[in-house]
Nanobody, 123 residues
Framework: QVQLVQSGGGLVQAGGSLRLSCAVSGLTDSRFPIGWFRQAPGKEQEFVAVITWSGGSTYYADSVKGRFTISRENAKNMVSLQMNSLKSEDSAVYYC????????????????WGQGTQVDVSS
């Protein structure tokens, strides 16, 4: 079965940077897009970014465009989210997700999810 294991996260001051990683493993074919979502307490999940399996195409939410970068390693089983110029409103639990069946912006269309990692940006 496909598993997504996340690493990274933590506490950072506003204006700082963090890097999140998502490792995809399992015997099931995992050659599908990987997206990043975030969820603040009491709020709905919010699309952050998505990357194709090849890494040739990326898309970002307007709220993070120009600050966050999603990328794949050459092995293509590791996806990273580099977060720069962090703001307090970026504080949330961040999730990587794989295999969207429909809209890559809709979390309900993804079949696999990482365990989530906390990102706290101090004001």
């Amino acid at each position: 079965q496909v598993q997504l294991v996340q690493s990274g996260g933590g506490l950072v001051q506003a204006g700082g940077s963090l890097r999140l990683s998502c490792a995809v493993s399992g015997l099931t074919d995992s050659r599908f897009p990987i997206g990043w979502f975030r969820q603040a307490p009491g709020k709905e999940q919010e699309f952050v970014a998505v990357i194709t399996w090849s890494g040739g195409s990326t898309y970002y939410a307007d709220s993070v465009k120009g600050r966050f970068t999603i990328s794949r390693e050459n092995a293509k089983n590791m996806v990273s989210l580099q977060m720069n110029s962090l703001k307090s409103e970026d504080s949330a639990v961040y999730y990587c997700a794989g295999d969207p069946e429909g809209s890559w912006k809709n979390p309900h269309d993804y079949n696999y999810w990482g365990q989530g990692t906390q990102v706290d940006v101090s004001s």
